[in-house]
């Protein structure tokens, strides 16, 4: 089945600095990929998504970049502000040939703490 | 704002009860999510509704039942209760069947004591 594996945190930076959020995919197919993020106390907002090999998924200064080759979708962002804490979701969403989906395959997360 | 809309937002209630949560898609939405996101299991997929039918199932439990109605509202039933159903519970909605982004409401907190 399809999985999703991130490294798990926390992870503590300061402000500044230049943050990576690995994360790998099992999938049977072509999946799309996802990072969410989860502010404290609220839901899950879309952060950046790719839907092919070499696409670039970026918003609000983060990039991801799906790497096929190594089945890879990880999340970096060059200077992170405090406004950043937050826990981040790596996902897939794989189509079927039946036209169904079993909805996003999230990795468990990495709570990001950044410092003034 | 995601344009979902789940209520209540916070419930506390006793074992062996049963518990309704609501949401109200995106306008224009037909697929509706649910997951149970717990500090144990992460986030994990429930179920899938489209246009009023179920389209995939993922770790629901039995105790547990969903059903999305002609107004494309969807209900999640969680009935017999258990301390370990204490989590925060997502539903999230997409356009089509698959294939789009999903959106997610911003939860509802269940406290079972």
């Known amino acids: 089945g399809n999985s999703v594996t991130q490294m798990e945190g926390p992870v503590t930076l300061s402000e500044e600095a230049f943050l990576t959020i690995n994360c790998t995919y099992t999938?049977?197919?072509?999946?799309?990929l996802f990072w969410y993020v989860q502010y404290p106390g609220e839901g899950l907002q879309l952060l950046l998504k790719?839907?092919?090999?070499?696409d670039k998924g970026s918003n609000k200064g983060f990039e991801a970049t799906y790497r096929k080759e190594t089945t890879s979708f990880h999340l970096e962002k060059g200077s992170v502000q405090v406004s950043d804490s937050a826990v981040y979701f790596c996902?897939?969403?794989?189509?079927?040939?039946?036209?169904?989906?079993?909805?996003?395959?999230f990795g468990k997360g990495t709570h990001l703490i950044i410092q003034p | 704002d995601s344009g979902v809309t789940q209520t209540p937002k916070h419930l506390i209630t006793a074992t062996g009860q049963r518990v309704t949560l609501r949401c109200s898609p995106r306008?224009?939405?037909?697929?509706v999510y649910w997951y149970q996101q717990s500090l144990d299991q992460g986030l994990q997929f429930l179920i899938q509704?489209?246009?009023?039918?179920?389209?995939a199932k993922g770790n629901i439990l039995e105790r547990f039942s969903a059903q999305q109605f002609p107004d494309l509202h969807s209900e999640l039933n969680l009935s017999s209760l258990e301390l370990g159903d204490s989590a925060l519970y997502f539903c999230?909605?997409?356009?089509?069947?698959?294939?789009?982004?999903?959106?997610f409401g911003e939860g509802s907190w269940l406290t079972v004591v």
């Open positions: 999230a909605s997409s356009p089509q069947v698959s294939g789009n982004t999903i959106y």
């Open positions: 999938a049977t197919g072509y999946p799309s």
């Open positions: 790719a839907t092919k090999a070499d």
């Open positions: 996902a897939l969403s794989e189509e079927y040939s039946g036209g169904g989906a079993d909805g996003l395959t």
């Open positions: 306008s224009g939405d037909l697929s």
């Open positions: 509704y489209y246009n009023g039918e179920e389209r």
